[in-house]
Nanobody, 115 residues
Framework: QVQLEESGGGLVQPGGSLRLSCAASGILFSISRMGWYRQAPGKQREMVATITSGGTTNTADSVKGRFTISRDNAKRTVYLQMNNLKPEDTAVYYC?????????WGLGTLVTVSS
């Protein structure tokens, strides 16, 4: 059974930073492509960043230069470092992987950027 558990969300002021973590179990983590997605109120879920098993990353234009995805295979964890946060980054952030050709999602962690 795949389990993805996000942590690290919270309330932060504009310009601040947060680091999200996603601990994975039930998958061969080291060979799995991992990703972060987000969903703001009233909007569709969108890709934020992905990272392949080899470490190749893809980052959405809206967060490029501010957000960085990384992984620690020994800890079976993927991270999202978020700097210079803006109010429009407010959303529930979800961890994602593909297992047996199906998307697997965590429950999400809420990030609120507000003064």
């Amino acid at each position: 059974q795949v389990q993805l558990e996000e942590s690290g969300g919270g309330l932060v002021q504009p310009g601040g930073s947060l680091r999200l973590s996603c601990a994975a179990s039930g998958i061969l983590f080291s060979i799995s492509r991992m990703g972060w997605y987000r969903q703001a109120p009233g909007k569709q879920r969108e890709m934020v960043a992905t990272i392949t098993s080899g470490g190749t990353t893809n980052t959405a234009d809206s967060v490029k230069g501010r957000f960085t995805i990384s992984r620690d295979n020994a800890k079976r964890t993927v991270y999202l470092q978020m700097n210079n946060l803006k109010p429009e980054d407010t959303a529930v952030y979800y961890c994602n992987t593909v297992f047996r050709l199906r998307d697997a999602w965590g429950l999400g962690t809420l990030v609120t950027v507000s003064s």
